[in-house]
């Protein structure tokens, strides 16, 4: 079984096991010590067509970003940025304003876990005032749609811890060098699993034949259960240290890759329960969550809360 | 008054009232803009071309909905010349109705009417239409006043190499309403993800229709489907039934008879009613009275059952 160990990961544990020595207990897990010392929402939501500063507004509802990010820290991004048509990719004002807020608690590099090509940052008029923060961001390259299996840059994971279904899959190894991930996604509309947001953005990671085997790879061409399953699946692989979730402008139809109908509710999500970030998004598309398979199988699988009575959620 | 939308449905029911036997597997690549029209645009890299499953490489997202349909072949071509690009992506679908429901599910609701193609349009700086089997798309990356007069030609042009051959009878359009209503916008679909792009009824795959026709009209939806026999008609039925009863979407269900209404989350009221080999459904404000448009699908079936 793939098991992944880097630096955050081994310091983590590590720290955990002698807290739990010297208080008498066990072992904590990072989500019951989270809970024990909450005081941050689980989601915040930001209203506004500011959308720099409300992704910035967004994670210091979460307690700032040194809640998540480290001084010298290496942080992965998987940013949803690969689509032309606008609504249908990541505004990039909102990922530009995690890099700035990154850079400012010390992170020393950044890596795009997926592809992320020059013409993306250039169409935020924050990309020339951040160049500086820019040029410590790289790019796995290769993944780039559609991704192909290389010895480099990709590795195969035999079997994921609480995946039912997916096996043998081909996703990169940059992740695993990455003391911090933030998944960036857009909440939109998807023909396939009707909302597509950060669970379905963890398909970023994986080479496209992976994500076809995701698709098609139940027999039937259009198996929702397959899909979704999977999708839950490939999330195990590693859970995101911080979610947000651009539901500014998006489209409502024709999803994923537009044109489409188009909606602009001017909302900026973050989260650290990347179920319930979906699962708020998905309502802001006019879904209830409890119909989204894959938001479902996440919640089944223990991947977060999808019942917003059980999730803290401040709007502002 | 010329209406062009009463222009537009009219083609579109004459379309797809008969089914355009398109001529036999032409090679794709010689459907791509002649030298004439392309002027200094150059090919970028060699044409591209995606068979069936393969087309996951090349779509990043919606591929599946093109296999719904019934996709065979595709090929690419990316031109530049000294300031711009231009792409052009051809599609092979099996037949013309899946050329036809991928436009109606691409199209962007535009109410000029394009004589591009068995249906077509040029917006901003794409032109998208159908001919035959065919569907095909182009990009222009030229400012809009630039762009709309290229993508035409290259349009033309294309569709000048299609040659149509002959019609045979596919489920029609004019099951929709039209008396009273102002005319809608049209999707022709067949199977579960076209349906979710026009209601999303339901993302567990509950369907066994054999294909649908829906209208989106100012302030309500109507989807009609037939199935394959009564059978499979009373059985898709009872399955949506069974889905609207225990979704936490729908509240207010009452079921009578082979009809049922429900209230979605989002405030629309869903009438579903089983008649003939049909299932039709209307999705509309509670104060709505659609009792003129029950009649009038009912008089549309028993008119194309006939």
């Known amino acids: 079984m793939y098991s992944k160990i880097n630096r955050r990961n081994f310091i983590k544990k590590g720290s955990l096991l002698g807290l739990g020595s010297y208080i008498g207990l066990s072992l904590f897990s990072k989500t019951s010590m989270a809970a024990l010392f909450k005081t941050h929402p689980s989601v915040a939501v930001v209203n506004g067509s500011d959308y720099f500063n409300n992704t910035k507004k967004a994670i210091d509802l979460l307690g700032g970003i040194t809640e998540f990010v480290k001084k010298g820290e290496k942080v992965g991004l998987l940013i949803n940025s690969d689509f032309t048509e606008k609504g249908a990719y990541v505004n990039p004002d909102i990922s530009l304003a995690v890099i700035e807020q990154c850079v400012k608690a010390g992170v020393s590099e950044f890596v795009c876990l997926q592809n992320v090509k020059d013409e993306y940052w250039k169409r935020s008029e924050y990309s020339g005032s951040l160049s500086s923060e820019l040029l410590k961001v790289s790019n796995v390259e290769s993944n780039t749609f559609p991704a192909k299996f290389n010895e480099e840059d990709f590795q195969v994971v035999e079997k994921i811890e609480g995946a039912k279904l997916l096996e043998n899959v081909e996703l990169i190894k940059e992740i695993d060098s990455c003391d911090v991930f933030i998944n960036i996604a857009i909440g939109k509309h998807h023909a396939s699993t009707m909302y597509t947001g950060a669970i379905k953005n963890m398909m970023g990671i994986c080479t496209r034949k992976t994500n076809v085997y995701m698709h098609l790879g139940s027999g039937t061409k259009n198996d929702p259960e397959h899909l979704g399953q999977c999708l839950s699946d490939i999330n195990h692989f590693r859970k995101p240290d911080l979610v947000i979730v651009d539901s500014t402008y998006f489209i409502t139809s024709n999803g994923p890759v537009g044109p489409g109908e188009t909606k602009k509710p001017d909302k900026i999500v973050a989260g650290t329960d990347i179920t319930a970030v979906d699962a708020y998004c998905s309502t802001v598309l006019g879904y209830v969550p409890q119909d989204i398979l894959h938001i479902v199988r996440a919640n089944e699988s223990g991947l977060g809360e999808i019942d917003f009575s059980k999730v803290e959620i401040k709007e502002v | ?306």
């Open chain 2, 1 to 306: 008054m010329y209406s062009p939308t009463r222009f537009y449905f009219s083609v579109f029911l004459l379309l797809l009232a008969f089914s355009l036997i398109a001529q036999d597997s032409t090679n794709l690549e010689k459907l791509l803009p002649t030298h004439e029209v392309l002027g200094d645009f150059k090919l970028k890299q060699d044409v591209e071309a995606y068979d069936s499953e393969d087309l996951f490489f090349l779509i990043n997202g919606g591929a599946d909905l093109f296999l719904e349909y019934g996709f065979n072949s595709m090929v690419k071509a990316d031109y530049r010349n000294e300031n711009h690009n231009l792409l052009v992506e051809i599609y092979e679908m099996n037949d013309p109705p899946a050329a036809f429901g991928m436009y109606s599910m691409m199209q962007m609701r535009d109410d000029k009417p394009d004589s591009i193609g068995d249906a077509g349009q040029i917006l901003n700086d794409h032109a998208l239409f159908a001919k035959g089997k065919y569907l095909v798309k182009i990009n222009a990356d030229l400012p809009e006043d630039q762009a709309e007069a290229l993508l035409k030609r290259m349009s033309d042009n294309i569709a000048s190499k299609i040659v149509v051959q002959r019609f045979n009878p596919v489920l029609s359009l004019q099951l929709l309403p039209v008396t009273n209503y102002d005319l809608p916008e049209l999707k022709y679909f067949r199977g579960p993800l076209g349906l979710n792009n026009i209601y999303p009824l339901s993302s567990k795959n509950i369907y066994d229709f054999k294909e649908g026709v829906a209208g989106i009209y100012q302030g309500f939806k109507v989807i009609v489907f037939n199935c394959q026999n009564s059978k499979k008609a009373l059985l898709q039925f009872g399955m949506i039934a069974d889905m609207v009863s225990t979704t936490l979407k729908y509240t207010d269900f009452n079921l009578t008879g082979k009809e049922f209404t429900a209230l979605d989350n989002l405030g629309h009221r869903i009438y579903t009613n089983l008649y003939e080999n049909y299932v039709y459904l209307i999705i509309h404000s509670k104060q709505m009275n659609i009792t003129p448009l029950k009649k009038e699908i009912r008089i549309n079936i028993d008119l194309i059952t006939m």
